[in-house]
């Protein structure tokens, strides 16, 4: 997938260094889950906006589920934030526990 405004997924997971909370973390596709890296991939939502984007990666952390925004500038490094919202991450855990 490419977006305007960023990196290109699933490869930004091998070419580009992610960080959270300032601290780099091991991130991956993982479209089954499996425990392979800290934080595993199992999908992706982009919006594009004029200047901006918003790509949420849907991520199983020691199989519980966790949402990642990334907003970054294209670069090697991508600056990820964890999502608290309650709605969509009960949606997404719904989602996947069918």
Do not use: E
């Not at 984007?53 to 952390?61: E, I, Q």
């Not at 500038?73 to 997404?92: M, P, R, Y």
Request: hydrophobic share 40%; aromatic share 14%.
């Amino acid at each position: 997938m490419v977006f305007k405004k960023g990196d290109t997924y699933p490869q930004a997971f091998k070419q580009a260094r992610f960080v959270l909370k300032k601290k780099p973390i091991k991130i991956g596709w993982s479209p089954l889950g499996k425990n392979k890296y800290q934080y595993n991939v199992v999908a992706i939502a982009n919006d594009d906006f004029k200047s901006w984007h918003n790509t949420y990666l849907f991520c199983f952390k020691k199989n519980k589920p966790v949402i990642l925004l990334d907003q970054s500038k294209k670069g090697g490094v991508v600056v990820v934030k964890q999502v608290n919202d309650a709605t969509l991450i009960k949606g997404f855990k719904k989602a996947y526990q069918k």
